[in-house]
DNA sequence: CGTGCTTTTGAATAGTATCAAGGCCGGTGG
DNA sequence: CCACCGGCCTTGATACTATTCAAAAGCACG
């Protein structure tokens, strides 16, 4: 709770608050903020429980998991920097999802009632905010689209480029920049994780990707978007 | 374009203009908004246009749709009265999905110029816009968790329980308020037309619905929920 | 009373999940 | 330092579910 980075000195270019609210409210948010840091694997917040207010992610990685029947989850979206987590409109609401980090985190925490003063004197950011949320709309219609429609080859491919699109992969080796477990990647597409396993070993086999300990190589990308391009990805 | 319904005799209680916006703004909407209506069928706007503006339903049903491979479709979402449909912030963006009236429908229209003055003079309504939003994103959420979990049956019971929860079905005897074709009900859950007859055909043995024509009448929802129950549907 | 479209039903096939066993790897403790 | 343990991953065999293809029946419409 303490040793909080300031919104003046904090470097996420990704922030709204950062991009669209007035100096002096940046002044209010960083009084009233809570900033919360996370190793990866902890629960940010769960499903079931009370809104209590809004998360911006400062730093690292986190996904959004509903839990379905029978113990299988689905990760229904995957955030990063400048994302926002866990808004829901009323604030008796309680969280249709869990958010969990996958990697050390640091998160924004803003109550309710500053959040609401924030929206009605900045138009601006909260204009912002129906943005992301448009888009994260529409992100979600078409990867339902995906999810639906594609074959478990086609949903592994597809998932490995989200995964990338996401939360990107090293400049020189292509390595994905998070590690997710097969089952991970399994609650990601809907499949189960002895079909991600295999898959992933038909892709290295065409020389597709590298599967390195935890990692993985996209090696032929191209490739990738060859398998799922009849879907429009990218 | 004629023949406009002015915002001041419009009833719906649905809509956020008139929930939320000063009585001038409400005055300069009213000179801009253009009215238009469609037949059952009618295509709204197209998935590869370019967005123009925000459409909001004053009467009637619709759904949006998404192109998938080889011919095959989404309905990504259903939509009626006080409904928002086509806002996708930046306005050189294009349509990702279509939207299709399935009834006859009363459409208001507003340019995204006049829309951006109007979100900066009313908070309260960028707000609700915002609300809107959050909720359509956690529904598709939901949803999608229903589409990758769950096998034919489960999925067409839902749909069944979804298509009464968005347009509703005669008080008296259940029939849905609206008639879908089996290829619509199968687009919407992601199967065939086929499975969706087959298992239409199981519920009515099973005295879940009756189908009299192009209808369906809803006799016993509890049973249709305890098939879906144990992903917390309802 | 045909004609064309949607729906229903059936049979064959393909794709996935499930179940089960064995291998790999990293961490721990002797 | 090495052996062991537990979790994750891989691979194979089997069963099942859903799609596909095909054909017939029902229905609205001219």
Redesign the pocket.
Same mark, same amino acid.
């Given at each position: 709770m303490n040793n909080k980075i300031s919104c003046k000195e904090c470097n996420s270019d990704a922030c709204f608050i950062k991009q669209q609210c007035s100096s002096d409210w940046i002044d209010k948010i960083e009084f009233k903020k809570i900033q919360i840091n996370h190793q990866a694997e902890d629960c940010i917040f769960r499903e079931g429980g009370y809104v209590e207010g809004i998360y911006f992610i400062q730093h690292g990685n986190a996904k959004i998991v509903a839990r379905g029947a !029978?113990n299988r989850e689905l990760i229904v979206r995957l955030a990063t920097v400048g994302h926002v987590l866990g808004h829901r409109g009323s604030r008796d609401d309680k969280y249709p999802v869990s958010a969990i980090a996958l990697s050390d985190t640091t998160i924004c925490f803003i109550d309710n009632d500053t959040l609401y003063d924030v929206f009605m004197n900045n138009p601006k950011l909260t204009l912002l905010l129906v943005e992301f949320y448009s888009r994260e709309l529409r992100k979600t219609e078409i990867r339902m689209k995906y999810l639906t429609q594609?074959?478990?080859? !086609?949903?592994i491919a597809e998932a490995l480029l989200f995964i990338k699109e996401v939360f990107g992969a090293d400049d020189d080796d292509g390595t994905l920049n998070v590690s997710?477990?097969?089952?991970?990647i399994a609650d990601l597409t809907?499949?189960?994780?002895?079909?991600?396993?295999?898959e992933?070993?038909e892709f290295e086999k065409k020389k597709l990707i590298i599967?390195k300990?935890?990692g993985i190589k996209l090696i032929d990308e191209k490739g990738l978007y060859e398998i799922v391009k009849k879907y429009g990805v990218g």
């Open positions: !029978e594609m074959n478990v080859k !086609e949903k997710l477990t097969r089952q991970e809907g499949v189960t994780a002895e079909q991600v396993s295999r992933l070993g599967k300990g935890r």
